[in-house]
Nanobody, 114 residues
Framework: VQLVESGGGLVQPGGSLRLSCAASGFTFSAYRMSWYRQAPGKERELVATISGTGTITNYGDSVKGRFTISRDNAKNTVSLQMNTLKPEDTAVYYC????????WGQGTQVTVSS
């Protein structure tokens, strides 16, 4: 199993970013995918999840209404569209899947600052 995130960077408050995760090594459409984040000095927290078919999504309270998770099962990718970003969204964002055991990508840094 391999997960490779991309799309992080520096953005001003109120701005937008789109993260992507390319997955391989498993039957992508069969598994729920998730995005987590971890800010300095804080525990890793769940940001969003999406079912294998893409029909069911769930979001952490802090991002509801601002972030959207989606997936493309033809391309084995899962994305996170982040709008109206706030400084408190600054964190390393990780792609996650549980295929018998948990797998994580290397993470991508998102910094929201003026």
């Amino acid at each position: 199993v391999q997960l490779v995130e991309s799309g992080g960077g520096l953005v001003q408050p109120g701005g937008s970013l789109r993260l992507s995760c390319a997955a391989s090594g498993f039957t992508f459409s069969a598994y729920r995918m998730s995005w987590y984040r971890q800010a300095p000095g804080k525990e890793r927290e769940l940001v969003a999840t999406i079912s294998g078919t893409g029909t069911i999504t769930n979001y952490g309270d802090s991002v509801k209404g601002r972030f959207t998770i989606s997936r493309d099962n033809a391309k084995n990718t899962v994305s996170l569209q982040m709008n109206t970003l706030k400084p408190e969204d600054t964190a390393v964002y990780y792609c996650h899947v549980r295929v018998s055991s948990a797998y994580w990508g290397q993470g991508t840094q998102v910094t929201v600052s003026s």
